[in-house]
């Protein structure tokens, strides 16, 4: 196999995890790479990787520059916004797209690429609707880093999560508003909340903090610090009972409420967008959603952006509460179809049909 070029972030974030997870892969296949990092690398949140897949990827991002070559071809791993900067003659993109219908400059910058892989068939279907041909998905798999641990369940309480990025369009704010509403103070049930993000100051999800809570305190709702390891992060995934991640309005695929159900746990989850790809009424519990509204919010998504531009689905509040009472019952049982998806969708899987997209 000729060598192949990569172009990815290496770092703690969503598309960094999913950058380093198909590098492992790349590695694991024997794959000769030069590898060109987005930002600063850092792997400090990957403690589970091995010493011999550390010293590829340092070689890989060494000899980059003495090595790369036109004729080689390309995987760029990175958002629509800002991949217009091509390496060789031969480009794919793996990206992911939450919105129903690109932009006019985000369509022009897809056409740019010999193929697009989304990591959503709605994504797909939402740029070939607009007259792009080049476009196709890739299916992500569960984190290597991620497994089933022995469950020491030392009471009867409930354990409820919600894990990702404090945004609009994860409906973050109105998730724990609504647990709150039907739980709060009740000391039987138990919400851990492990969200933040980066981009927003410290100040700013404060001030989210108290609009969710109504300036109120709950003896049961809980908000974690950043987990920089995926060791705790598999820590936390494996302590709850339910999982509320599922519930956001629009998603390239939902790293979190994926994981968490394909470890076995029962996931509330908005049927829409990527979810449709993975969630089923057997492995999940399924909340229709009651409409669509603007995706903006000031901040990722502002109406003048070229990117970035829709709707999100959004979910009536009762829907919720009625999802939540049933997990009740569901979370006392084995998600077993729920495991079933660690078999079906692997990143091994992932990048066996990139490397067939890129060396066809």
């Given at each position: 196999m000729p060598q192949l070029n990569v172009k990815c972030p290496i770092n703690k974030l969503s598309f960094g995890n999913v950058s380093v997870n198909i590098l492992r892969e790349l590695f694991k296949k024997g794959v000769d790479a030069c590898v060109f990092p987005t930002g600063q690398p850092d792997l400090?949140?990957?403690?589970?990787?091995?010493?011999?897949?550390?010293?590829?990827?340092?070689?890989?991002?060494?000899?980059?520059?003495?090595?790369?070559?036109?004729?080689?071809?390309?995987?760029?791993?990175?958002?629509?916004?800002?991949?217009?900067?091509?390496?060789?003659?031969?480009?794919?993109?793996?990206?992911?797209?939450?919105?129903?219908?690109?932009?006019?400059?985000?369509?022009?910058?897809?056409?740019?690429?010999?193929k697009v892989c989304f990591g959503s068939n709605y994504a797909r279907e939402a740029f070939q609707d607009c007259g792009a041909t080049n476009v196709t998905n890739v299916p992500m798999g569960l984190d290597p880093d991620l497994s089933c641990l022995p469950q020491k369940k030392s009471s009867d309480n409930i354990h409820f999560g919600l894990m990702g990025k404090w945004e609009k369009r994860k409906h973050t704010s109105k998730i724990i508003k609504c647990w709150a509403k039907t739980y709060g103070n009740n000391n039987r049930y138990e919400l851990s909340c492990c969200v933040g993000n980066s981009f927003l100051e410290e100040s700013q999800l404060e001030s989210a903090k108290l609009e969710a809570l109504g300036s109120r305190e709950f003896s049961n709702i809980n908000f974690l610090p950043w987990l920089p390891k995926n060791s705790q992060v598999n820590d936390f995934i494996n302590s709850i009972d339910v999982d509320l991640s599922g519930m956001s309005g629009a998603e390239g695929w939902n790293l979190p409420a994926f994981n968490a159900t394909a470890l076995g746990k029962w996931s509330i989850v908005l049927d829409c967008t990527s979810h449709k790809d993975w969630a089923t009424e057997g492995n999940c519990i399924l909340i229709s959603p009651s409409g669509t509204e603007s995706i903006e919010d000031g901040i990722f998504f502002t109406k003048e952006s070229p990117f970035n531009r829709g709707v999100k689905f959004t979910f009536n509040e009762n829907s919720l509460i009625k999802a939540m009472e049933l997990a009740e019952h569901k979370c006392k049982t084995e998600n077993t179809k729920g495991k079933e998806l660690a078999t079906q969708f692997t990143y091994s899987n992932t990048v066996d049909k990139l490397l067939d997209i890129c060396f066809s």
């Open positions: 400090s949140s990957y403690d589970q990787a091995s010493k011999e897949f550390y010293e590829w990827l340092r070689n890989a991002m060494a000899r980059r520059l003495t090595d790369v070559d036109r004729s080689n071809p390309t995987l760029n791993i990175w958002h629509i916004n800002g991949s217009e900067n091509k390496i060789s003659d031969k480009n794919i993109l793996l990206t992911f797209h939450e919105t129903g219908h690109p932009t006019p400059e985000e369509l022009n910058l897809a056409k740019l690429y010999d």
